[in-house]
């Protein structure tokens, strides 16, 4: 049944503007932008601004939910949670773990996927799930930030396969990102054989100089996981991670809170790198939706106060923004529309971790996820996933 929604002005990644338009939608995929001709149903946006789903490839939970340690059912409360604040599309991330745990995580990943694509007559499972994102295990004690080090492993090619192969089982999921710390042992051998699997690489969590990590580049790494968060900094005689990061033609995530990275670093940020190599994250853990107070997080006690999350010591441990409250605080910090700083937050990351064919813009063929934004085109008025709504 071909679903119309008229009367709204929907979101043109290319051109990064609003335009007066109807959106056509097809068993859960977009079929037509403009023309509303042969549909079943109607549905009157009523002026409304459509944009894009939002895509978050680095989440650790979310309404108390943790990725790293939950079962199927589990992954699809967390998906919807996601779902209700906008977040459409996310790639399940896990922390540093044992091994047997992180091989759960991914099982619980899989077959929530396997749900999700064999659900039947419009039933709702959440957020659409991208694929894997292994952020811990494979990266610095001196830069491990709130991972337990006890759970920190070598780099091991093998390993790292094995579990890209175990995401794989089924055929539900073709994506997974790995963060390594480049200037371990065996830190070339490990990026080239994940690249040749098909993995994303992302360096981070690392102690890197500016020199490996231009080698990490040159062995197949893409990006820089949280900029500036857990990695070598920025000298004028030790360009360190950040320096490779802000000189090279690679992508970079950056934690959309203002807390990780203050506002005038953003805009520096913004003006560095290219309009298509920047990337919004949360980084957000499970508390992320509830009130302040008290949280065990991978094990730790984390105190959440004044939107912001910390470790008893003080360290800032992720974030519980959503990838809405990340939109909207970098349109305020860079003082930009919400039409330039959309990008950023939906087909940027879905770029990323390849997933641009099919979420991340309007576009025929992709999925039909989409919010519809009040007048102020801050304020999401409702949530669309695979044309259904569900907020």
């Not at 054989?193 to 102690?207: E, F, L």
Request: glycine fraction near 10%.
């Amino acid at each position: 049944m071909k679903k119309a929604f008229i009367n709204a002005k929907i979101y043109n990644t290319a051109d990064e503007c609003f335009a007066d338009g109807a959106l056509v939608v097809e068993d859960g995929v977009i079929v037509s932008v403009g023309d509303a001709a042969d549909a079943d149903e109607v549905i009157d946006c009523g002026g409304a601004y459509m944009m894009p789903g939002l895509v978050d490839i680095h989440t650790h939970g979310r309404g108390g939910i943790e990725s790293t340690e939950v079962d199927r059912e589990g992954c699809i409360d967390m998906a919807k949670a996601y779902a209700k604040a906008g977040t459409t599309s996310f790639m399940s991330t896990l922390m540093s773990a044992p091994y047997e745990t992180l091989l759960a995580g991914i099982d619980a990943a899989v077959e929530a996927k396997a749900m999700q694509d064999n659900a039947k007559g419009g039933e709702y499972l959440g957020a659409n799930i991208l694929g894997i994102h292994l952020e811990g295990r494979y990266i610095s004690e001196v830069r491990k930030g709130a991972h337990d080090p006890r759970y920190l492993a070598p780099l091991d090619a093998d390993e790292l396969t094995a579990l890209v192969e175990r995401s794989r089982e089924g055929g539900h999921f073709k994506r997974f990102l790995v963060i390594c710390a480049p200037e371990l042992d065996g830190g070339e051998a490990f990026i080239k054989r994940a690249a040749s699997i098909g993995a994303t690489v992302t360096i981070g969590h690392s102690d890197a100089s500016y020199d490996q990590c231009m080698a990490a580049l040159e062995w197949g790494a893409v990006s820089f996981t949280h900029l500036f968060n857990a990695m070598s900094s920025l000298t004028h005689r030790a360009p360190g991670c950040v320096g490779a990061a802000l000189s090279s033609d690679c992508f970079v995530e950056l934690i959309g809170d203002g807390r990780h990275v203050l506002p005038p670093v953003v805009r520096i940020v913004k003006q560095a790198k290219a309009k298509d190599k920047l990337v919004l994250i949360t980084d957000s853990v499970p508390p992320a939706g509830l009130p302040d107070g008290e949280y065990i997080v991978g094990g730790t006690v984390t105190v959440c106060r004044d939107g912001a999350v910390y470790l008893p010591n003080g360290v800032l441990n992720g974030s519980i923004i959503s990838m809405h409250d990340a939109l909207l605080n970098f349109a305020k910090f860079n003082e930009i529309s919400i039409e330039e700083a959309i990008p950023y937050a939906t087909i940027n990351p879905a770029r990323l971790v390849g997933a641009d064919d099919e979420v991340g813009s309007l576009e025929v063929g992709k999925r039909a996820d989409f919010l519809l934004l009040a007048e102020d085109k801050a304020s999401i008025r409702s949530v669309y996933v695979c044309g259904c709504e569900v907020r």
